[in-house]
T-cell receptor, first 112, second 112 residues
């Protein structure tokens, strides 16, 4: 089945140690999104790619970066994780920018 | 800047209809209303969306008021598996594409 895959499902890192979360999709969708969801809160959009065009939300910290080397893969890099960056990170895709978004299962990040 | 307001929690008896309200009083004419749900520790799942007219699919019905300032998601026969957080989302048109902004969500508990 076509789907959105996130690896790993659980990631533990140390304060200040760079970490990369990955997302892949078999849907061949043009748009890929990264959301941050803290405990008991709604998902918050960090940034998205339309094809290779990167679009950052104005309030996304500089500590968060993203790469999309090809259509199928998108990475979230957290350069120096702080305790406040512990959250579920959700990847989503859509065929077009006005289409339904398909979400992956998320990666739960713990910062020690 | 949340564009939707939802009650934080609701209960519903199994087999009865669950009616989940959402206020979106500042919605613009070309902005769609989407509903997603999130079962614990999973990614959000698409339910339904609409612009002006009422919509129905195999999962739910969406009733949008004539002035478009509010809507109601109806699950016609709630089951225990419908227990989840339900998000009402306004899809906002931006220069960089259409974006989802999640509200705070309603935690629906279906009671046996």
């Amino acid at each position: 089945d076509a789907m959105v895959i996130q690896n790993p499902r659980y990631q533990v890192t140390q304060f200040g140690k760079p970490v990369t979360l990955s997302c892949s999709q078999t849907l061949n969708h043009n748009v890929m999104y990264w959301y941050q969801q803290k405990s008991s809160q709604a998902p918050k959009l960090l940034f998205h790619y339309y094809d290779k065009d990167f679009n950052n939300e104005a309030d996304t910290p500089d500590n968060f970066q993203s790469r999309r080397p090809n259509t199928s893969f998108c990475f979230l890099d957290i350069r120096s994780p702080g305790l406040g960056d512990a959250a579920m990170y959700l990847c989503a895709t859509s065929r077009t920018s006005d289409g339904e978004q398909f979400f992956g299962p998320g990666t739960r990040l713990t910062v020690l | 800047d949340a564009k939707t307001t939802q009650p934080p929690s609701m209960d519903c008896a199994e087999g009865r209809a669950a009616n989940l309200p959402c206020n979106h009083s500042t919605i613009s004419g070309n902005e769609y209303v989407y509903w997603y749900r999130q079962i614990h520790s999973q990614g959000p799942q698409y339910i339904i969306h609409g612009l002006k007219n009422n919509e129905t699919n195999e999962m739910a019905s969406l009733i949008i008021t004539e002035d478009r300032k509010s809507s109601t998601l109806i699950l016609p026969h709630a089951t225990l598996r419908d227990t989840a957080v339900y998000y009402c989302i306004v899809r906002v048109a931006r220069n960089t594409g259409n974006q989802f902004y999640f509200g705070t969500g309603t935690s629906l508990t279906v009671i046996p």
